[in-house]
């Protein structure tokens, strides 16, 4: 079965983040390979700078990490499933790590949906971030790529109610899209935004399954 390699910000496995890479193609093996997996997690730095990203190690608990300590990690969990055979790879993660690279294709979310924004003459933007803590990062990011981006903090609510709240944010935004800037969030949640607001929604984590249902083997 051909393989392709699930890059994960943590420490593998990551069944959660997994599941709905399987569920869009099953017709391929996924490896996981994960930033954490090269490190004793009681040596991981406390992070310090603008950029920190939340993820989980193998037991489930919660890890702050700079995105700058992340980055040499990264291109080595790369590099892993490379040399397991991974014919292509996915970031599992909405830091946009510009500068990752591979010897096969590798696919980040940050830059996919930046493509399917600039493809569609998009520069007005709604973003919900997972966190007021991220939320400055993430509103430089988009910023920078060229954006006029306006920032909301998910306030946590059930799915339903986070949809009503959502609209009731972007009643008196200009906003042409709404970006969710996380990479995790259930099906469920995303499906009830969309059908409350009147704009389209980009999630980072549905657009790397969408993409992977129309990949052949």
Not at 21 to 31: E, G, R, T, V
Not at 42 to 55: M, R
Not at 145 to 158: A, Q
Not at 178 to 194: C, Q, R, S
């Amino acid at each position: 079965m051909p393989r392709i390699g699930a890059i994960l910000i943590g420490q593998s496995p990551r069944p959660d983040l997994v599941k709905p890479l399987i569920k869009a193609n099953p017709n391929f093996q996924y490896i996981e390979s994960g930033a954490l997996d090269f490190v004793n997690p009681a040596d991981i730095p406390e992070p310090t700078s603008e950029y920190i990203l939340t993820t989980r190690l193998a037991d489930g608990t919660l890890v702050r990490v700079d995105e700058s300590y992340l980055f040499p990690l990264l291109q080595k969990a790369v590099a892993n499933a490379e040399r397991q055979g991974a014919l292509m790879s996915v970031l599992l993660c909405a830091g946009p790590f510009d500068e990752l690279t591979g010897a096969q294709p590798l696919y980040r979310p940050t830059a996919m949906v930046d493509t399917i924004l600039q493809t569609r003459g998009i520069t007005k933007i709604a973003v919900l971030s997972p966190s007021r803590e991220q939320s400055t990062a993430i509103h430089q990011k988009w910023l920078k790529r060229g954006y006029v981006p306006t920032v909301f903090v998910d306030p946590g609510l059930p799915h339903e109610e986070l949809a009503v709240w959502m609209r009731e944010q972007l009643h008196y935004s200009n906003a042409e899209y709404l970006v969710v800037d996380y990479v995790g969030h259930p099906i469920e949640k995303i499906a009830a935004i969309e059908r409350a607001i009147s704009i389209p929604v980009l999630d980072l984590g549905k657009v790397v399954s969408d993409m992977l249902r129309h990949v052949t083997t």
